[in-house]
C-alpha cells in the first residue's frame, strides 16, 4: 500500500488508460484482490492471505472511500479537487464523522516492540475478533495520521488531462503525479497554445 494507506485508498479510483475512469474497488471480489495486495502496511491487522470482502464490508470500505476522497478534496482545496468525484462529494462534516466512527469501532492499544539488536517500534494491539472492522478501522486510522501530518500540506491533486488521482508532491516545482502525467499536460498546452495562434492569425 506504499507510504500513506489512505492515499491507496484515495488512489482505486483511477484514470483507465482510455480516458475514463476505473474503479479497483467496483466489486467485492476487486476489493478483496485490492485488500490481498495492499494490506501488510496495515500493522499485520488483517491476515490478507485469507481475507475475503463480503458484500457488508465492500459497502463500509466503500463509504469510507468516499470520506477520504472528500476530505482530501478539503485538505487541497482553494485548488481544484479531482475531476472523478468533484460533482459528487459527501459533505465535510458527514465525512468527518464517518472517518471518525470507523476508526472508533475498534479498541487498541499501542505497545513498544523491541527486538534484539534493532531499534524499538510501536505497534497496535487489538483484542476486535472481526478482521473487517479491524481493516475498516486500520484504514480510517490511516486516514487520520494523514490529515494530521505533514504530508496534508503537500497533497495535491493532479491536473493532468484525464488524470483524476491525488499525490504527495515531492519537489517544490512538481505539477502532477508523474512524468507521464506531465508529458500530456505540456502536449495539451503546446496543442491549445498553437489553436489559440492560428485563430488569432489565421494566415500564419
Request: proline content about 7%; charged content about 25%; aromatic content about 6%.
Amino acid at each position: 500500500m506504499g507510504s500513506w494507506p489512505a492515499l491507496e485508498l484515495a488512489s482505486t479510483i483511477r484514470h483507465d488508460g482510455d480516458g475514463g475512469v476505473a474503479d479497483d474497488l467496483a466489486t467485492p471480489v476487486g476489493a478483496t484482490r485490492w485488500v490481498r495486495q495492499h494490506g501488510e502496511s496495515l500493522g499485520g491487522q488483517v491476515d490478507v492471505a485469507r481475507f475475503v470482502v463480503d458484500d457488508g464490508l465492500w459497502n463500509e470500505i466503500i463509504e469510507l472511500r468516499r470520506a477520504v476522497r472528500a476530505l482530501f478534496a478539503h485538505a487541497v482545496s482553494p485548488a481544484p479537487p479531482s475531476r472523478a468525484d468533484a460533482h459528487r462529494l459527501m459533505p465535510v462534516e458527514q465525512a468527518l464523522a464517518r472517518l471518525n466512527a470507523a476508526a472508533a469501532r475498534e479498541a487498541v492499544v499501542p505497545r513498544l516492540d523491541w527486538p534484539t539488536g534493532a531499534p524499538p517500534r510501536t505497534v497496535v494491539f487489538s483484542a476486535e475478533p472481526d478482521t473487517g472492522v479491524r481493516l475498516v478501522a486500520a484504514l480510517a486510522r490511516a486516514t487520520i495520521d494523514f490529515l494530521s501530518g505533514p504530508e496534508r500540506e503537500r497533497l495535491r491533486a493532479c491536473n493532468a488531462p484525464r488524470c483524476v488521482r491525488y499525490f504527495v508532491k515531492s519537489h517544490g516545482r512538481q505539477e502532477w503525479c508523474k512524468p507521464s502525467c506531465g508529458n500530456r499536460a505540456r502536449v495539451a498546452r503546446h496543442y491549445e497554445r498553437h489553436t489559440a495562434a492560428t485563430t488569432a492569425d489565421p494566415t500564419g
